[in-house]
Nanobody, 127 residues
Framework: QVQLVESGGGLVQAGGSLRLSCAVSGRTFSSYDMGWFRQAPGKERGFVVAISRSGSTTVYADSMKGRFTISRDNAKNTVYLQMNSLKPEDTAVYYC????????????????????WGQGTQVTVSS
């Protein structure tokens, strides 16, 4: 059983920064592509960023490029999301997810390709 636990969410002013963490249980963390998704009130869950198993390849949603950075530490079974220059529209519940399928080295932005999900962490950006 794979479990994902996010942490690091909270309330921050516009222009501020937060670092989210996602700790993954199990022995095969390095065999998963990892992704971050978010869901704002009244909206569908959307893709934020993903990272390949080795950490060598990342894929970003266009609106996050230059502001958000994903990284992973396979020795610690943890993936991180550094969020800078936060905007009120970044307010959402942020979820990490793990994908075990074959991807050819490029992590997917499609939520249905992710097998395991965390419970989410709330990020609120005030104006």
């Amino acid at each position: 059983q794979v479990q994902l636990v996010e942490s690091g969410g909270g309330l921050v002013q516009a222009g501020g920064s937060l670092r989210l963490s996602c700790a993954v249980s199990g022995r095969t963390f390095s065999s998963y592509d990892m992704g971050w998704f978010r869901q704002a009130p009244g909206k569908e869950r959307g893709f934020v960023v993903a990272i390949s198993r080795s950490g060598s390849t990342t894929v970003y949603a266009d609106s996050m490029k230059g502001r958000f950075t994903i990284s992973r530490d396979n020795a610690k079974n943890t993936v991180y999301l550094q969020m800078n220059s936060l905007k009120p529209e970044d307010t959402a519940v942020y979820y990490c997810a793990a994908a075990s399928g074959v991807t050819g080295g490029t992590p997917s932005p499609l939520s249905w390709k992710y097998d395991f999900w965390g419970q989410g962490t709330q990020v609120t950006v005030s104006s």
